[in-house]
Each structure stands twice: as C-alpha cells, then as structure tokens.
C-alpha cells in the first residue's frame, strides 16, 4: 500500500538552528500539506501546496517557515530559526481530493 | 477563523460499551472528514462525508453528516481494546486547508 515517508523520525536542534524536515508524498497525489501537533494537542493546519506553489497557509507559517518540491517527488518544511515553541511532532500529508489525506509518521522536532 | 469543536474531549468507557463523539460547526460544511489517531501515531483517514444527512457505516463505526451540514458524530457499537485512540473530525476551512477538530480521546478498559 503506497505511504508518506518522513525523514528523519526525530530531530533534536539548538534554539536558532535552522531544520530542514524531508517528505515523500503518495506519487500520483497533487496536493500536499504539513501540520504539526503539540504533545496531547490538536493537529494544526500549517500550509498547502498545489500546482509547485502554496495553496493556502496558517497563521503560524510566517516568515521562519517555507516550503520547497524541489525535484518533483520531495516535499520539504524549512524552519529558518528555531524558536523552543516549535517543538511539536510533524506531519507531512498528501492527498488527491477524491479521499482525505494521507498523513506519513511524523518528524518530532525537539527545540533545546 | 473557523473553528470545529468535538465532544466529548475524553471518553472512558467499558469494553462492549458504545461510544458516540460529535463534531459541531457555527457555519456550514462542504464536507466532513474523521480521523483515527493511535497513541504515538499518526492521524489514518477513515471516512469522508459530502451529502446533507449521509450516513455511512464500516463495520461497527457509523458515520452520520447533520440535516444542516453543520456537525457530524461517529458511533462505535461494542467498543474493543482496539478502538483505543483520538478521534478527529476536519472540515475544509478555505480551498485546500482543512481544519482538525480538537478531538476525543478514547480509553476502552478491558
């Protein structure tokens, strides 16, 4: 059965520090999504991309974050200056409007 | 910005008992999506709704979409050890965003 892939399963990075965090979406899916999850919390919506360019995105996607499909089967988040509130897990979504998305395992970023 | 409440937030029932966790809307929904999250996982699509007053079924799980398009439950009949987890609903909150509910958190003791 196809799946998200993440990478890496964790990551532990400095206040400051920027991380880069890795998705291979479902192959023949356009749309794709990153949320993220506060221990316990609920899941946030953090940005969609269709088309090579953002869809839509929250308010907690400001100017730290961005995204790249760099080679057509990648899907990156980038967080530019990592604050200890970015601590949360990760997920990575993929999605072809028919069903509902399809979410990999997540990144747990850990901000220290 | 639009929001989706769920209750109950936590929910501990029996082994065999059902259980019931709704999904409530101020505005009107294009569509209805839920979700399983195991503990230590990752949200697993179970269904989505379209129709004004759809309801579906997978097995023990029903699945009903209000008359207004403004909430939603799912019923498990019979609960197992299995069925342990949090059960989101999302609503499409803009063309490509959808909007986690803030979910139920279920414990079925044994």
């Known amino acids: 059965e196809p799946e998200v892939t993440q990478t890496p399963s964790h990551q532990v990075t400095q206040m400051g520090q920027e991380v880069i965090l890795r998705c291979v979406p479902i192959s023949n899916h356009l749309y794709f999504y990153w949320y993220r999850q506060i221990l316990g919390q609920k899941v946030e919506f953090l940005v969609s991309f269709y088309n090579n360019e953002i869809s839509e995105k929250s308010e907690i996607f400001d100017d730290q974050f961005s995204v790249e499909r760099p080679d057509g089967s990648n899907f990156t988040l980038k967080i530019r200056s990592t604050k200890l509130e970015d601590s949360a897990m990760y997920f990575c979504?993929?999605?072809?409007?028919?069903?509902?998305?399809?979410f990999g395992q997540g990144t747990r970023l850990t901000v220290v | 910005g639009q929001q989706v409440m769920q209750i109950p937030q936590y929910q501990h029932v029996q082994e065999g008992e059902d259980f019931t966790t709704y999904c409530n809307s101020s505005t009107t929904l294009s569509n209805i999506q839920w979700y399983k999250q195991r503990p230590g996982g990752h949200p697993v699509f179970l269904i989505q709704l379209v129709k004004s007053g759809e309801v579906k079924k997978q097995k023990r799980l029903t699945f009903q979409f209000g008359e207004a398009k403004k909430n939603s439950s799912l019923h498990i009949t019979a609960t197992q050890t299995t069925d342990v987890g949090t059960y989101f609903c999302?609503?499409?909150?803009?063309?490509?965003?959808?909007?986690f509910g803030t979910g139920t958190r279920l414990k079925v003791l044994a």
């Open positions: 979504a993929s999605s072809d409007r028919i069903e509902g998305a399809f």
């Open positions: 999302a609503a499409l909150g803009g063309t490509y965003k959808y909007i």
